[in-house]
C-alpha cells in the first residue's frame, strides 16, 4: 500500500497570506494525485487532480505542483472560505487508492 | 447533474450487520467504477471498496475484507455496500464517490453514519 503523509498537520494563518501544504508518497504515483478541501459536516470537494489540474470552478487561487513522490498546493491568497481541511490523495494503483491525513487549515 | 444519496445508516451493535445504499443519478452509472469511502469521527479518509463498472470486478481495504460486500444493481442506478460482523472502529460516515474523467473523486454523496456500540 502506498502511505501518504502530509505537513504540516495543522497551519495557523491569516486572511491574505499566501500558503503551502505539502504531501509526500510513499513511493512514486506519476501525476496522479488528487487534492480535496473538506469543511466540517460536508464532503470532500475535488480541488485538483492530475497534480496540477484545477477543477472547473476552483479559483485560480489553488495551484497544484509535483510528481512521482512530492507535491504541494499552493493557496496564493487566503480567503475566509478556505478554511478548512486539505487532503492529498493518489491513485495510481488500480483500486488501492490511499488519503493523506489531511491538513487543517486554521484562521490566525 | 450528478447526485450520489447514501442511506441505510444507523446504530448497530458490534457482530451486527447493516446495508449501505447510494442511488446515482445524472450519469450513465454502469459505465463507472465506483467507491466507498468512509471517515471515522474526526479522522481521515478511507477507501473501504471498489466496483468497476461492465462486468464488476471487486476490491477491498484489509481493514473490511471478508466482513464487506459491495455490488451494484445497474437496472436501479443503485451501489450497495453489506457489512457484516461490525466492529467498534466501523464507526464512520460512509460516502460514495464517483471519479472524474481524469482523476480523482468529483462526485460525493453527503454520507451515512454507521456507529457501532452496545
Known amino acids: 500500500e502506498i502511505v501518504m503523509t502530509q505537513s504540516p498537520a495543522t497551519l495557523s494563518v491569516s486572511p491574505g497570506e499566501r500558503v503551502t501544504l505539502s504531501c509526500r508518497a510513499s513511493?512514486?504515483?506519476?501525476?496522479?494525485l488528487a487534492w480535496y478541501q473538506q469543511k466540517p459536516g460536508q464532503p470532500p470537494r475535488l480541488l485538483i487532480y492530475?497534480?496540477?489540474t484545477r477543477v472547473t470552478g476552483i479559483p485560480a487561487r489553488f495551484s497544484g505542483s509535483g510528481s512521482a513522490t512530492e507535491f504541494s498546493l499552493t493557496i496564493s491568497s487566503l480567503h475566509s472560505e478556505d478554511f478548512a481541511v486539505y487532503f492529498c490523495?493518489?491513485?495510481?494503483?488500480?483500486?488501492?487508492?490511499?488519503f493523506g491525513p489531511g491538513t487543517n487549515l486554521e484562521i490566525k | 447533474e450528478v447526485q450520489l444519496v447514501e442511506s441505510g445508516g444507523g446504530l448497530v451493535q458490534p457482530g451486527g450487520s447493516l446495508r449501505l445504499s447510494c442511488a446515482a443519478s445524472?450519469?450513465?452509472?454502469?459505465?463507472?467504477?465506483m467507491t466507498w469511502v468512509r471517515q471515522a469521527p474526526g479522522k481521515g479518509l478511507e477507501c473501504v471498496s471498489y466496483i468497476s463498472g461492465g462486468v464488476p470486478t471487486t476490491s477491498y481495504a484489509d481493514s473490511v475484507k471478508g466482513r464487506f460486500t459491495v455490488s451494484r444493481d445497474s437496472s436501479k442506478n443503485t451501489l450497495f455496500l453489506q457489512m457484516n460482523s461490525l466492529r467498534v472502529d466501523d464507526t464512520a460516515v460512509y460516502y460514495c464517490?464517483?471519479?472524474?474523467?481524469?482523476?480523482?473523486?468529483?462526485?460525493w454523496g453527503q454520507g451515512t453514519l454507521v456507529t457501532v456500540s452496545s
Open positions: 513511493q512514486s504515483v506519476g501525476s496522479n
Open positions: 464517490a464517483k471519479p472524474g474523467d481524469a482523476g480523482g473523486f468529483a462526485s
Open positions: 492530475g497534480a496540477s
Open positions: 490523495q493518489q491513485y495510481n494503483t488500480w483500486a488501492r487508492y490511499t
Open positions: 445524472g450519469f450513465t452509472f454502469s459505465s463507472y467504477g
